[in-house]
């Protein structure tokens, strides 16, 4: 039998997770990983890319690995760990550093908007952020990266890294594809709907966390922030309505142009409530098996301890292949 090809992603723990989170990526991880070699992880160590509570950061990173397996990601087909108990991210990390351009670097959008938002203290992390990603995706000999489309800009990043390095030094990686879903690709703020929903710039209002409440979901969507109209269609300039939209066709699998339809003669109200009762549905399930997954710490360990060696062995070999090609003495 053919060996599986190799998928890879994984979420930074700076919070717990949003709605965007797990539309834009988690959700896609479950439906594609029956075909895959799988390895889902928690990215501390790019979370601490900006400042983190210590104790917040441990809980956040479990909240994240908890959520991936109540998701439904399973263990047959996927390695579940955390970044930082794979060493070989941050030691591949660092040579792909030296082989990526602080001009390529400095267009990333990411950077760009992060560290405008922090002035003169940017820490370096955040700048070569790309690096460690790449490192992440390179280490498994990866086909595919399923992640939200504010990330497409990395993958082609990374895959331009494994080809300046297969061209210096013969196949060393595989040139990973991203896969960005058609529907649930940005979810936006509720508050701000012309940008993002995201775990570290949203406020408390513009963000559904997926440890939210049903109350604080519903809330939150009632004072969605929508436009001064009161016809409801899918168009760009209605920012607010169009991701009230894709929230439910994310989840409900309906098309924008069905859900539409069925609000034919209907108040924005009607979608803002609808909208939060689908969401509060879909995350029940979700929330009451991560907290199931949470309560038995020590299965978790085990779970997460497993993965780590499983992942290590395979970084290992990339990561020797590496180390050989470029010159390194053998140890
Ligand atoms: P932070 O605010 O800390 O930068 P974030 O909420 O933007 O975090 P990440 O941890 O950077 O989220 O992203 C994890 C995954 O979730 C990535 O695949 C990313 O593309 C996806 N994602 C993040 N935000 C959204 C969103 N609003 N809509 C769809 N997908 C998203
Ligand atoms: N940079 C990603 C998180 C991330 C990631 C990865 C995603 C880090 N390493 C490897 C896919 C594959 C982000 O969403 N900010």
């Not at 992440?136 to 939200?148: M, N």
């Not at 940005?186 to 963000?207: C, F, H, W, Y």
């Not at 309906?254 to 969401?279: C, F, M, P, R």
């Not at 199931?292 to 020590?298: A, C, M, P, V």
């Amino acid at each position: 039998m053919a060996a599986k090809k190799i998928m890879v992603s994984g979420v930074q723990p700076t919070h717990k997770l949003t709605l965007g989170n797990y539309l834009g990526a988690i959700k896609n991880w479950v439906k594609l990983q029956n075909e895959y070699e799988c390895y889902f992880f928690s990215v501390d160590l790019h979370a601490i890319t900006s400042r983190q509570d210590p104790k917040e950061l441990g809980e956040n990173t479990l909240f994240a690995l908890a959520t991936y397996l109540a998701a439904g990601i399973d263990l047959e087909h996927a390695t579940i760990f955390v970044q930082s108990h794979v060493r070989q991210h941050a030691e591949l990390a660092w040579v792909l550093n030296c082989f990526c351009y602080m001009g390529e670097l400095g267009r990333m959008t990411q950077f760009k908007d992060k560290s405008s938002r922090v002035g003169e203290t940017i820490p370096v992390g955040l700048f070569t952020y790309p690096a460690l990603m790449a490192s992440d995706i390179l280490l498994y000999q990866t086909e595919l990266v399923p992640v939200g489309a504010d990330q497409k800009q990395h993958l082609e990043l990374t895959r331009d890294i494994a080809i300046r390095m297969n061209n210096l030094y013969g196949p060393l990686f595989k040139v990973p594809e991203p896969y960005i879903p058609k529907v649930g690709a940005r979810i936006m703020d509720l508050q701000s709907p012309e940008n993002k929903m995201s775990k570290s710039v949203s406020t408390e209002m513009g963000a559904v966390f997926l440890s939210d409440s049903a109350k604080e979901i519903e809330k939150k969507f009632k004072r969605a922030v929508t436009d001064s109209g009161t016809e409801i269609s899918y168009s760009d300039e209605k920012a607010g309505i169009k991701n009230l939209i894709d929230i439910q066709s994310a989840i409900t699998g309906k098309t924008a142009e069905e859900i539409v339809a069925s609000y034919q003669g209907k108040l924005y109200g009607h979608l803002k409530v609808d909208t939060a009762n689908i969401v509060i549905q879909e995350l029940k399930p979700l929330q009451e098996r991560t907290q199931q997954f949470l309560s038995d710490k020590g299965e978790l360990q085990r779970i997460l301890r497993l993965g780590a060696d499983k992942a290590a062995a395979k970084a290992e070999a990339t990561l020797k292949n590496v180390y050989r090609a470029i010159g390194f003495v053998p140890y």
